[in-house]
């Protein structure tokens, strides 16, 4: 088996304490921002940054374009934008990197829900496109499948339970289900129209997808039964859906479905979708739910500013999904629309990958 290369020198980590707040802000956002935020907000995103991405003998974090998260954003895979022909795994509770061998295709790895496994796809000299799944704690390459039937996916996404891998091909308006262990086809669902994403139901028995009308002018979520792969249920809206910002997130209970498509923010009730709703208007951002399923953590892509006529601006809020209302907002300061959004595992503290990287820890409770 092929394996995994830690680098040789010990990374070096930059705590974000009191003492070296203005530093680290200066170093990550600039002097002229620190100045433009003043006293009270610098304080308040300070106490909130908790581990900047800087390791020691590895490429700096202007260098990498960010890949993909882990769900519990513990572990980061990036990518040196020369293309060096390597994945380089960030650990921010380990505080360390890791290397493995790779030149994986963009949008098409996906994680293990718990963290130890990484699917990616990656392209051969023939134009054929190869799956690889890597075991990270055991730093080995534990399943390949040579993919010369399926072509290139869109959208990778695994299953809770760790049975399964969903592949969407947008293109073709199909979706392919491997088994996980050893990589292996199951079966492909032929989908009816346009698919702009989709997402797994926590019992990993079903998958939603948004999918928009032929003429672009109404979207829908659809629920697919995999026992039976059949449509089970479907909920339309109308406005022009956006392919490629389209988000959809399943509550950890499995009793709603956050829907961001056309402009909208929809809640659906899994069980009784006559009673959906419409949250909130927005194009696009990002999302993620509580672990008790009762709050939806927004961040709205609205919120931020062009850069070259204003100021930039982030602030982020959590939603009472019973209450319909934001309980909390968050301020971040200035910062870029961040390339991750999740929730910790005791539902305490939400955490966002931020600018460089740098990992954000914010307390709500």
């Not at 907002?329 to 990287?357: C, Q």
């Amino acid at each position: 088996m092929e394996e995994l290369h830690a680098e040789a020198d010990e990374p070096h980590i930059k705590i974000v304490r009191p003492s070296s707040r203005r530093k680290f802000l200066t170093a990550i956002l600039g002097s002229g921002v620190i100045l433009g935020l003043g006293s009270p907000p610098l304080i308040h995103l300070a106490q909130n940054l908790q581990v900047a991405f800087n390791a020691k003998a590895a490429p700096s974090a202007a260098d990498l374009d960010f890949y993909s998260c882990s769900a519990d954003l513990n572990l980061a895979a990036l990518t040196k934008s020369d293309h060096d022909g390597k994945l380089y795994i960030w650990n921010y509770q380990q505080q360390r990197m890791i290397t493995l061998s790779a030149t994986p295709l963009w949008n098409t790895s996906a994680w293990s829900f718990n963290g130890q496994y990484l699917f990616y796809q990656e392209s051969q000299g023939d134009n054929s496109v190869s799956m690889y799944v890597w075991d990270i704690q055991t730093r080995q390459k534990v399943s390949s499948y040579a993919n010369e039937k399926y072509g290139e996916a869109d959208l990778v996404c695994w299953a809770p339970d760790g049975s399964k891998i969903a592949l969407l091909s947008r293109d073709q308006n199909k979706l392919l289900l491997l088994a996980a262990q050893p990589l292996w086809p199951l079966f492909t669902l032929e989908l009816p129209s346009a698919v702009g994403t989709f997402a797994w139901s926590p019992d990993s028995q079903k998958l939603a997808f948004i999918i928009s009308t032929p003429e672009q002018s109404a979207w829908s979520v659809q629920i697919w039964d995999l026992q039976s792969r059949r449509k089970s249920q479907e909920i339309a809206f109308q406005g022009h859906p956006n392919s490629y910002n389209s988000q959809l997130a399943w509550s950890p209970d499995g009793n709603r479905i956050a829907a961001w498509g056309g402009g909208q923010l929809q809640i659906i009730q899994t069980k009784n979708t006559s009673s959906s709703y419409l949250l909130t208007e927005s194009d696009h951002g990002k999302m993620c739910w509580s672990p008790n399923g009762k709050y939806l953590a927004v961040i709205d892509a609205s919120d931020f500013m062009d850069f070259w006529t204003a100021s930039l601006g982030s602030r982020f809020n959590v939603w009472d999904i019973t209450q319909q209302k934001t309980i909390h907002s968050f301020n971040r300061g200035t910062a870029y629309v961040p390339e991750a959004l999740g929730w910790s595992r005791d539902g305490k503290h939400i955490v966002v990958i931020g600018t460089f990287y740098a990992q954000e820890n914010w307390d709500w409770m």
